[in-house]
């Protein structure tokens, strides 16, 4: 059953959003997981909501207008255009962290970045805590033309010497693109497709040519909230409405478009206690098994496997989110104890230096 918002964040403590009635609750939902390639996608999405299209329309149009969402528009795979990404890590002195802080998200390719740490509302030799070993604490991700990452990589670590910034890609993905959840505060599971996009090489790239960039281009930024958002975007591109549609359900087909959909600021809802859940493999452990196991659980709404280093001796990722540090970190323990992973380390977002979505070629 969903509920109301606003009755769950006076629960959390949080001042209101808005009243968000089950129908709308459940249209957001849709919104995130996104829309119907066609063109009146609103009204598609908002009759098994109990919703007009105008209705839908307001509703996402009142939460960008909030500052609740980050924007609408199209999510493409970075792999798939010919990108190369990795999750970097370094060791900052606080002193110095906002300054090497802000060379990092004066990259283009670097997305997010944050602070990551144990917070002083929770004992440091408590469950998941540092219990006096130095972690990184500047975390950011880093996204490029796979013939240029290196490059760019070498020259972010010049541009922040002499600390050191470790590459951790992820050697295998087992949950992407969660859903937050409006009306029951729980995330909606979405993990690796399965069918024919899981059975494309997890290495593929698909070569576009120019007109294809920039049909990119222009949808990886925002699409206008109307009852046809694709019929101008269109137009710009020397399109006809129906011929961008087909190019993006082409590119849903093969994995190159995630979804054209509304991406949600998870703090501004109320998911502010986000923490990064990190386990080293036990002896005879399996990755693919342990990592399936732990992306079962729906709230964890990121799961990857990465490598690890001398700096920080972890293989198992796993993203979380709750209302206070105390949540996050009881939810740490139980994921832990029952997946099979009793020891790990939990790290917690105390600063969000960057957040922005790719932007390709």
Known sequence: MLFSVNVIKQMDGCVPMADWNQQEAAALVALQ???PLVGRPF??????????EAQVVELAARLLASGDARRFGGVFDARRLGYRSALCAMRVPEAELVAVASRVAAVRGVTHAYERGWPAELAPDSPGGPAGRAWPNLWFTLAAPAATFETELAALRAACAPHAIDELPALRRFKIDVVFDLGTRERDERVEPRGPRAALDAGAVFELDEAQRACVRRLEGDIPLCARPFAAPAAELGLTEEALLAQLRAWQANGVLRRVGLLLRHRELGFKANGMCCWALPPGGE??????????FPEVTHCYERPDTPHFPFR????????????TQALFQRIGRDAGLPDGQLLLSLREFKKTSMQFF
């Open 43 to 52: 009204a598609e999405l908002g009759a098994p909501c109990g919703l007009s």
């Open 316 to 327: 198992l990722y796993a993203m979380i989110h709750t209302r206070t540090w105390e949540g």
């Open 287 to 296: 990755a693919q098994a342990l990592g399936r196991r732990i992306a079962a």
């Open 33 to 35: 997981r996104g829309v």
